[in-house]
Structure formats: C-alpha cells, structure tokens
C-alpha cells in the first residue's frame, strides 16, 4: 500500500515570497491533515479535512495560509506572503476516518521550508 | 484544555538495557493516547494507541505503553533497547470534549549507546 505522499521535500524562499505545498493521501482515506511541526515542538494541526470539508481550520492563520482539498483526494497548502517563522516542516496525514477518536494517522515525509 | 507532557528531552540507554520515555497527558473527558516515532528527514510512523480496556498495550518493534488512569499517564517501555531505536518520540492524545483535535507533545529524543 503506497504511503502519503508529500512534495517538493525541501523549499527555500524569501520573506514575502508565497510557497504551495502538495500531498496525496492513502487510497480511501476520507481526512486528511496538514501539520507544522518547529524545530524541538511537536506537530501542531492546522486544517482538517473530512473529505473536501473543512472539519476544524481554528489554528490556521488564514490571513496568509490557505488550503483546499479538492474532490476530496490531494490537497494543497499555501502560504502568501511567508515570514520568518513559518520556517518549518510542514507534514501532511491521512487516516479511514478521522471523525473517530480511535482513528490511526499515517503521515507522509515532510516538507521542510526554509524562509530567509 | 487537552495537554501533553513529555518531561524529558532526552533519553539515554544503553544497549540490551530496558527503556521507558514518559508522557502524562490533561483532558476532560476519556482520553485516547497515542505513540508515533520519528526518525531523520522522515514523517511520524504509528507505534500503539489506547482505546479502552487492558491498561498495557502493545505496539510495533517490541514497544509496549501502559495507561494509568490516576497518574494520567502513559509512558513507552521496552524491555531491550536497540541502537536502532534511537529516534524521537511523540506522546499524542485525543477526546471528545476536544474535539478529533490530536495533541501532540513536544517529544523525547531516545538515544541508544552500543
């Protein structure tokens, strides 16, 4: 069974500049997540998604990230314009059915952004 | 408000030496806590998880945690530590009352010597 799938797997940008982000989840998985995990912090959830539905978004900064998960399979995050401490590894998971609490998440590599 | 602690940052041991790295967790309702090992460059892979019932579960590479309710706990163990074990630990937890938000905490970093 193939794995999340994540890229690029490192981006290096400027301050200001905007950076997107891809993942492809497991076949079948309804939720998916994005993560930013900081150097020495555990990860930290930004957007859920129960298919193409947004489940909680509270702790993204949606004046400069964005994120959509069209069809209900990949999705993309975007951040416009980026500042220093956005620098981190962004991680993408999926789980069968993230409205479950038992629900296992399956995480993909990582991209790690680097903002100069 | 959900909350994990994981107290140490670091955790040293020996080869053959058994292994424990901590994580006491604060939720409102019944909590359901997991363990995700990461290694370099790479995401978080899925160790074990606690439902409900037997307090002592197992999980992938020999690992094993155990629940205790009162000390709201759930620490890792494994009876014999592997150089290949070295890797960073994240204690993670959900419930209810909070949501399907995970929790992670901050992590352990498990440091295994020949």
């Known amino acids: 069974e193939a794995g999340v799938a994540q890229s690029p797997r490192y981006k290096i940008i400027e301050k200001r500049q905007s950076v997107a982000f891809w993942c492809n989840p497991i076949s079948g998985h309804a939720t998916l997540y994005w993560y930013q995990q900081i150097l020495g912090q555990g990860p930290k959830l930004l957007i859920q998604f129960q298919n193409n539905g947004v489940v909680d978004d509270s702790q993204l900064p949606k004046d400069r990230f964005s994120a959509e998960r069209l069809k209900g399979v990949d999705s993309t995050l975007k951040i416009q314009p980026a500042k220093l401490e956005d620098s981190a590894v962004y991680l993408c998971?999926?789980?069968?059915?993230?409205?479950?609490?038992?629900?296992?998440?399956?995480f993909g590599p990582g991209t790690r952004l680097t903002v100069l | 408000a959900q909350s994990v602690a994981q107290p140490e940052d670091q955790v040293n041991v020996a080869e053959g030496n058994p292994l424990t790295v901590k994580c006491t967790y604060s939720?409102?309702?019944?909590?359901?806590l997991f363990w995700y090992v990461q290694y370099p460059n790479r995401g978080l892979q899925f160790l074990l998880k606690y439902i409900t019932g037997d307090n002592l579960v197992k999980g992938s590479y020999g690992f094993e945690a155990e629940f205790n309710k009162s000390q709201t706990s759930f620490h890792l163990k494994k009876p014999s530590a592997l150089v290949s074990d070295s890797a960073l630990y994240f204690c993670a937890v959900r419930d209810m009352i909070g949501g399907f938000k995970t929790i992670f905490g901050a992590g352990t970093r498990l440091f295994v010597k020949a």
């Open positions: 939720v409102s309702g019944n909590p359901y």
């Open positions: 998971a999926s789980s069968l059915e993230g409205t479950v609490l038992t629900d296992t998440q399956y």
